[in-house]
């Protein structure tokens, strides 16, 4: 024998109207956590080569220091490992990198 399909009533919260979240925003207005893409980071670059000294850019962590480059790595994102001038190693995105001429 077959059991019957059971039935459940809705839920008591499908009847309250939808509460309004204050006056109506401009969907163009971006939310201060919402993350901005450079596309132009896509794009790699031809003049960095390995030793070449560079400053680092952008807002992330070294930002402004100077440092040489240790590896170049292609890929969706090209990015670079370099080394600043305290001994520290990251990878930069290269188009966060700017030349910097040798002294």
């Known amino acids: 024998m077959r ?3 059971v039935t459940y009533p809705a839920a008591k919260t499908a009847t309250k109207a939808a509460q ?9 207005d971006a939310r201060s956590t919402v993350a901005t893409i450079d596309l132009a980071a896509l794009d790699g670059r031809d003049d ?5 000294r560079v400053r680092i850019g952008g807002d992330g962590l070294y930002a402004g220091e100077l440092a040489l480059v240790e590896g170049l790595s ?3 994102i090209p990015a670079a ?4 001038e305290g001994g520290r ?6 188009v966060d990198l700017e030349l910097v001429p040798r002294e």
């Not at 490992?81 to 600043?84: G, L, N």
């Not at 190693?89 to 290269?94: A, E, G, N, P, W």
């Open 74 to 76: 292609g890929g969706v």
């Open 48 to 52: 960095l080569t390995v030793g070449a």
């Open 20 to 28: 309004s979240q204050g006056p109506a925003r401009d969907p163009r």
């Open 89 to 94: 190693t990251r990878r930069v995105r290269v």
């Open 3 to 5: 059991r019957r399909k």
């Open 81 to 84: 490992a370099v080394r600043t």
